[in-house]
């Protein structure tokens, strides 16, 4: 993983950073998941969304930052579309 988005992911609660490492890190389905943290399957969901948005916002500060938030936005897509599509099995 590339290092800027290890440092905005150290950013985030545990709880949310635990999720998004269950999911898009280990490929965990979001049944699965909240099997493992012990929450409800909306509540995965609902953290996942709150950790996105905290890792957006980290990427709008860093926008002016010559070539900072590429990786974290390249990560962002894959995140984000990868669950989507978990959602809508």
Not at 69 to 78: D, P, S
Request: net charge positive; aromatic share 2%; glycine share 8%.
């Amino acid at each position: 993983m590339e290092p800027e988005v290890l440092v905005a992911l150290e950013q985030l609660p545990a709880a949310e950073r635990r999720v998004i490492d269950l999911l898009i890190q280990q490929g965990r389905s979001i049944p699965e998941t909240a099997r493992i943290v012990g929450k409800s399957e909306g509540h995965v969901v609902v953290t996942f969304s709150k950790g996105l948005a905290a890792l957006r916002k980290i990427r709008r500060d860093l926008e002016h930052v010559p070539g900072g938030g590429v990786e974290l936005a390249n990560f962002l897509k894959t995140a984000a579309a990868t669950v989507k599509s978990e959602v809508h099995k």
